[in-house]
């Protein structure tokens, strides 16, 4: 299977690119374009990336642009990469957090148009507006000018739609998505995870959803999690799937369609802190990741209030209060930063064991509560990636080359992986 950067350099090719300047959030998605191809690269903004391992961008230093809000996980990831990216230029969106989902396009649209003025010159495109799909990357192309390739955010609902229109006055703007790339490919990847799987089914079988049920997701993403339960209910299955994120609702769609099972699932826009159904209009209800993002305690109401009496809802959340594992013999000094995920919670959000009396404080009773591990051992794999730049961000030059040692011989052996905590929850509506 080809690895992404292979399929970038494809669709490069495919629409005559000798080089383009490129926007992404998911540093991830370009670092072995940037690598094994930087000369294909004008230039390389990464707008508040909230992972960034740096030494894959050496190359590109003086060519980049490090967007970070004022405070927050980005502000620090980018300090970290600039420090060691010497003619890197960084630039901080004062009075902005900007944590991994956050609209930044939509927040900060003129600062950002301002950035894109001062890229230096490329020759111009001379492509045919439309869209197209190749090497599994699809493409959308409006404007005339100088390349200009924008990856997609992660889980940002606007992604870079309120610029687009702008940009296209100046420049040939190639939109790239698809199963491949952005958020959808973390998304996917980590729903293909086989330990993955098995919580998803855990929480299901202890909800008790049966064919004919009507059922709710809230908070749906790539849609990867509903497929897997279209599947297993069959043609039976009565899926309402919703998130406030139309891209990915699109995106989403594609991949029902793509899978046929489409017709079993109803996806819907929705804002889990208000959802619109009437009360008591689901048998089952599930949010997978998404109470970490947004007012948990007002989700949860809506949750309860959208279920009949002796209805169940399911929740998981990631851990930010358990110690996350690699499968390495790291050095103490290495393990002690590795070990502690990620912090990335909203004010109102929650990430540890909170849920579990959430819940309770929601209505819901007869909790059966069973925190799990999930393992990921796709290394080449976005989700994989996501989670290791991480890591590697958070260690000096020599502690690096450790951890490269490391990884490549649990690679040799076939034993690389790693797993991180998640909390999970099922609850009863009383009748």
Not at 61 to 68: E, G, H
Not at 155 to 167: C, D, F, G, M
Not at 210 to 235: E, N
Not at 236 to 248: K, P, S, Y
Request: aromatic share 6%; with cysteine; net charge neutral.
């Amino acid at each position: 299977m080809p690895r992404l950067h292979e399929r970038l350099l494809a669709v490069w090719d495919h629409l005559g690119l000798r080089r383009a300047h490129v926007a992404t959030q998911m540093a991830g998605d370009v670092a072995d374009l940037a690598a094994q191809a930087g000369e294909r690269i004008g230039s390389l903004l990464l707008c508040v990336p909230a992972r960034l391992d740096p030494a894959p961008f050496a190359a590109l230093a003086d060519r980049m642009v490090l967007v970070s809000g004022a405070t927050g996980l980005t502000a620090q990831v980018t300090a970290q990469a600039a420090a060691r990216l010497p003619g890197a230029r960084r630039v901080v969106l004062d009075g902005y957090d900007a944590p991994g989902w956050a609209d930044v396009v939509a927040d900060r649209t003129e600062a950002l148009l301002a950035l894109f003025r001062q890229l230096p010159p490329l020759p111009a495109a001379r492509l045919a507006n439309g869209e197209g799909e190749h090497a599994g990357v699809t493409w959308r192309i409006l404007g005339s000018g100088p390349p200009l390739v924008l990856l997609p955010f992660f889980l940002a609902p606007s992604q870079w739609e309120p610029a687009v229109q702008a940009l296209a006055r100046d420049w040939t703007v190639i939109i790239l998505g698809g199963r491949h790339v952005g958020g959808v490919a973390a998304l996917e990847d980590r729903a293909a995870s086989v330990s993955y799987q098995g919580m998803v089914r855990t929480l299901w079988d202890v909800m008790g959803v049966c064919p004919g049920d009507a059922i709710l997701d809230v908070g749906c993403g790539s849609g990867a999690l509903d497929r897997l339960l279209a599947a297993r209910l069959g043609p039976g299955a009565r899926i309402t799937a919703t998130d406030l994120n139309r891209f990915l609702l699109r995106e989403a769609a594609a991949l029902a369609a793509a899978d046929g099972v489409r017709d079993r699932i109803d996806f819907r826009f929705a804002n889990a802190e208000a959802l619109p159904f009437a009360d008591a209009s689901f048998d089952r209800a599930f949010t997978v990741t998404v109470l970490e993002e947004c007012d948990a305690a007002a989700a949860l109401r809506e949750l309860f209030r959208v279920l009949r009496p002796g209805g169940s809802a399911g929740v998981i959340v990631r851990s930010i209060d358990l110690p996350q594992w690699w499968n390495l013999p790291l050095p103490p000094a290495i393990a002690a930063k590795v070990t502690v995920p990620p912090q990335s919670v909203a004010a109102a959000g929650t990430a540890d064991a909170g849920l579990y009396p959430r819940m309770r404080h929601a209505g819901f009773t007869a909790l059966r509560c069973f925190p799990s591990l999930v393992t990921l051992d796709h290394p080449d794999g976005s989700i994989w990636r996501y989670r290791e730049d991480h890591a590697l961000s958070q260690l000096g030059d020599a502690e690096r080359a450790a951890w490269r040692g490391l990884t490549a011989d649990a690679r040799a052996s076939g034993l690389l992986f790693m797993a991180h905590p998640m909390h999970c929850v099922v609850g009863t509506k009383p009748d």
